[in-house]
């Protein structure tokens, strides 16, 4: 099973150096990274081993100010690389970094004591010793990026971690393909592209996947693994993902792509914790690829983490909780929990008792709770009673339950929007602001900024739409209709100029005024001039 192998260590010790010796490749691609000699953000690398075996490396930054990336890196990986500078031997993000690790039940990997060619013997053993001691069980190799020694003991000792990977601990990469997106960027012939770590299932060209917590629909033209086309991704590669019809702005580094149906959507999630300091009510919670501010509501050695914006999370991932620092984290018992504080669900939740309540598919049925069903029908009455008055409909729900559960709210669904039954649009208290727009209006076209005004009000017939975001007076609009049809059923034809004086008017509103008749089918245009159309002409009286 492909395997997935980060970094970690603090600032100047010599990760993505040591990285460029291992796979030839500088994952230090940012310009300002360059100038500043530190990583910034993630760096990506496919690294071989000395059995044939390749294995994904990702590259994470070392400053204390970049820690939150590190996690986004961290998350979803096999094995560590632990990087100590044998001058300086363990200093604050290394052992924070190591935290962040354990936290995430990353428990396999090897330590590299780097830069071994600066120091003397004596130095280089104790820094040894010091990383055995910081590291137990984990293999410490001797290296230097500058003079290449160790390299290969050190390429060598990463396939001996990576065999004691055991296989049923990668048992939660089989199943609904999830990847959680560390990238986002465009290629210019292709369009946008995705990367990241496929944390579970498969990804292949032509499959139809969803980005959550978006609700976008989206579809898989190319699949590639370390810059190399593939049929099909498999968990744990890292994997860039081409989707044609989506704009750049509509992803960003957190989101998800899974099989539509496969995984809840969710703002709780109720988590085991394991705390390293006191952790506060309100602290970043980081899962997969992003970090969300959280309220955390504590039940003894378990809390439900309320976040501000939703993620997609299944049973058994990992959360990394800081406050200024890391604080601690938890393993996920409940991704889509009710809103309570019960220690006896979260008990039940950890010995693994079903707990439905956000929707789930079984047996090609959706299941939920009541709980949840009136949850959702609160928030949607919410948005509702906040719609705008003029159309006071929302956006309905996209998910893949939508068609199962929307018909059980007693909500109107008319097209893409929901409405309480019988409701219409109403100004209401715009009743003022449209009484005075309609007072500016008569031939001369007046720009409209509140678009929604302007559609309310010709729907009621106390408008007329003409140009982009432009209008004119009903009453207007019939007497230019009238001048038009008169001239052109004796002369035919008619031009933009003729018809500009006609009316007495200046060309941009002539013309605004023509394309409105096109447009309504009373005229058609051939070439410069235009001509009745049969629909208009009428009949003697």
Do not use: N
């Amino acid at each position: 099973m492909p395997l997935t192998v980060g970094t970690a260590g603090h600032i100047d010790h010599g990760k993505t150096w040591l990285v460029r010796a291992l796979t030839g490749k500088d994952t230090d691609r940012l310009p300002e990274e360059r100038e500043r000699g530190i990583s910034i953000d993630l760096g990506y690398a496919p690294l071989d081993l000395p059995d044939g075996r390749r294995l994904s490396l990702i590259d994470v930054p070392g400053h204390e100010r970049f820690v939150r990336t590190m996690v986004a890196g961290a998350t979803g990986i096999d094995l560590f690389l632990l990087v100590i500078d044998a001058r300086e031997g363990a200093r604050p993000q290394t052992h924070e970094h190591l935290a962040v690790l354990r936290l995430l039940g990353v428990e396999h990997g090897v330590v590299a004591v780097t830069k071994a060619d600066t120091v003397d013997a004596d130095t280089l053993a104790m820094a040894v010793e010091e990383a055995r001691e910081l590291v137990p069980g984990a293999e410490v190799v001797t290296v230097s990026a500058k003079t290449g020694a160790g390299i290969g003991e050190l390429r060598a000792a990463l396939a001996r971690a990576a065999d004691q990977i055991d296989l049923v601990a990668q048992s939660h990469k089989v199943g609904p393909a999830r990847l959680y997106v560390d990238r986002v960027f465009t290629l210019r012939g292709i369009g946008t592209i995705v990367t990241g770590t496929l944390w579970s299932g498969r990804i292949a060209a032509g499959d139809r996947l969803r980005a959550e917590p978006a609700g976008l629909d989206v579809r898989v033209r190319s699949v590639q693994v370390h810059d190399e086309p593939v049929a099909v991704a498999e968990a744990g590669q890292r994997v860039a993902v081409s989707l044609p019809g989506t704009e750049r702005h509509e992803l960003r580094r957190g989101d998800a792509l899974v099989t539509p149906g496969a995984y809840p959507r969710t703002y709780r999630l109720d988590v085991a914790l394991d705390e390293l300091a006191p952790i506060p009510e309100r602290a970043l919670v980081h899962h997969g690829t992003s970090a969300t501010l959280a309220r955390v509501v504590r039940a003894g050695r378990f809390a439900q983490l309320r976040l501000a914006v939703p993620v997609v999370a299944a049973r058994g991932d990992r959360v990394v909780i800081r406050a200024g620092t890391t604080v601690g984290g938890g393993v996920v018992l409940d991704p889509a929990p009710p809103r309570h504080a019960d220690v006896r669900r979260f008990e039940s939740a950890e010995r693994g008792e079903r707990l439905v309540h956000a929707p789930v598919l079984q047996d090609g049925e959706w299941v939920f709770s009541d709980e949840w069903l009136a949850e959702l029908g609160a928030d949607l009455e919410r948005r509702l009673a906040a719609a705008d008055p003029l159309d006071p409909g929302i956006p309905a729900p996209t998910d893949p339950w939508a068609d199962t559960v929307l018909p059980r709210l007693g909500l109107e669904r008319r097209g893409a929007k929901l409405y309480r039954p019988g409701a219409t649009g109403a100004l209401g208290s715009r009743e003022g602001e449209a009484a005075e727009l309609e007072g500016k209006l008569g031939l001369e076209p007046v720009k409209v900024e509140d678009r929604q005004l302007a559609r309310f009000l010709e729907a009621e017939g106390r408008l007329v739409a003409v140009g982009d975001g432009y209008a004119i007076a009903p009453a207007a609009y019939e007497r230019a209709r009238e001048a038009l049809v008169t001239e052109l059923e004796s002369a035919g034809r008619i031009t933009l100029a003729r018809f500009r004086d006609l009316l007495g008017i200046s060309r941009k509103p002539a013309q605004l005024l023509l394309e409105r008749f096109d447009a309504d089918g009373v005229t058609l245009r051939v070439g410069d001039e235009r001509v009745l159309r049969r629909s208009a002409v009428r009949s003697p009286e």
